[in-house]
């Protein structure tokens, strides 16, 4: 009888242990509410924004809200590619807000008309040059065109 109540005790106690560690590390990760999809080991799901195709697999899906995880650190604001993405998956998974977690800092995202507005034109930009054929003007500087695996053949190149 004595074993078998302290197999059971063992067994809850594993089980708190393991859910006390998840919080810990939730709470480590800036992660408030329950998980629907998670990207960050791969696997996670493909999310469709009907209204242009555009595929997105956010890093995090939780209620109502996207997470995009960067390993790299930023200054003052997101970088506006980082915020393009982000409304791109807000849009694909039909929620109304983001965040970007930066290695040293966070930035909340909302999912506003002209974020929409902005991602369309890009959207369009793409579509066009995909329909023609064509590459899109590049932003050159000397560091990104010295690892750029197409510096030899680009015409832009700095
Ligand atoms: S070499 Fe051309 S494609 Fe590559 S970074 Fe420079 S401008 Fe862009």
């Known amino acids: 009888m004595l074993v078998i109540v302290f197999v059971i005790l063992a067994f809850f106690t594993i089980i708190l242990v393991s859910w006390i560690v998840l919080l810990k590390r939730r709470s480590e990760a800036g992660i408030g509410g329950w998980v629907k999809d998670s990207d960050l080991k791969g696997g996670g799901r493909k999310y469709v924004d009907q209204a242009t195709g555009i595929v997105a697999k956010p890093d995090i899906v939780l209620k109502g809200k996207v ?92």
């Open 67 to 158: 997470i995009e995880v960067k390993s790299y650190a930023v200054k003052n604001r997101p970088f506006s590619g980082d915020i393009l993405q982000t409304t791109a998956e807000m849009n694909a998974v039909g929620v109304g807000k983001a965040e970007i977690h930066y290695l040293n800092r966070k930035f909340r995202v909302e999912n506003t008309l002209h974020l929409r507005g902005v991602l369309m034109r890009v959207f369009h930009t793409m579509k066009e040059h995909l329909d023609h054929n064509t590459a899109p003007h590049g932003t050159p500087t000397k560091g990104r065109c010295r690892v750029c695996e197409f510096n030899d053949i680009c015409q832009e190149r700095c």
